[in-house]
Every structure is written in structure tokens, then in C-alpha cells.
Nanobody, 124 residues
């Protein structure tokens, strides 16, 4: 079984930064890719980025590329999402998830374990 818990969300001004954390438990977490998704009110859940099991490879959505960075600390069982130059359109609930199907990593149904989410609100 895998348990995921996100933290680090909050209120931030346009142009500011936040670092989200995703602490996981279980071998599935340490042996799997971990993705970040977000969901804004009235919108579908959206892929943000993913990091492979050993932290060497990452992949980002176009909206995240150049502003967001995913990293992982295997000793702490934690995956991070560093978000810089935040914009109002980044406002959403952010989720981390463990990928359980090795294909189409941008699609949320390839991820079998999810955290409860953390709210990020970017104000003008």
C-alpha cells in the first residue's frame, strides 16, 4: 500500500514561489515514477510534470516548463515541486501521484495512488 501526503501550498503573489512536498510511504513509492497534477475549479485535472524513480529524468507540461522543477530525495521519501514565477492561472489544488502504468505518463489514469492535494492560490 502507498500513502501520499502533500504539503506546502498556500497564498502567494504573482511572480512569487512555492515549494510543494509529497511524502510517500511504501516500496511502490520509492520504486516508481511520481507525478504532479493540478485541478482548478471547473476544470479537468491537468498534468504538471513527472519524475522517474531515481530522480534522473523529468518531464513537464508546456505550462510548467521553465518555471517548475521536480526533484526527489530518496532518503526522505519525498518528491518536491518547486514553482517559480507563479501566475494566477497556476491557482489550483495540486496532487502528487504514483505512476502504476508505464505509458502515457501525462494521463492521470496511469497513476494508481494519489495524495489528498494541497491548495495553491496566486493573487494579483
Amino acid at each position: 500500500q502507498v500513502h501520499l501526503e502533500e504539503s506546502g501550498g498556500g497564498l502567494v503573489e504573482v511572480g512569487g514561489s512555492l515549494r510543494l512536498s509529497c511524502v510517500g510511504s511504501g516500496n511502490k513509492f520509492t520504486d516508481s515514477a511520481v507525478g504532479w497534477f493540478r485541478q482548478a475549479p471547473g476544470r479537468e485535472r491537468e498534468f504538471v510534470g513527472v519524475i522517474n524513480w531515481n530522480g534522473i529524468s523529468t518531464y513537464y507540461s508546456d505550462s510548467a516548463k521553465g518555471r517548475f522543477t521536480i526533484s526527489r530525495d530518496t532518503a526522505k521519501n519525498t518528491v518536491y515541486l518547486q514553482m517559480n514565477d507563479l501566475k494566477p492561472e497556476d491557482t489550483a489544488v495540486y496532487y502528487c501521484a504514483v505512476r502504476t502504468v508505464t505509458a502515457n505518463q501525462v494521463i492521470d489514469d496511469k497513476y494508481g495512488y494519489w495524495g489528498q492535494g494541497t491548495q495553491v492560490t496566486v493573487t494579483t
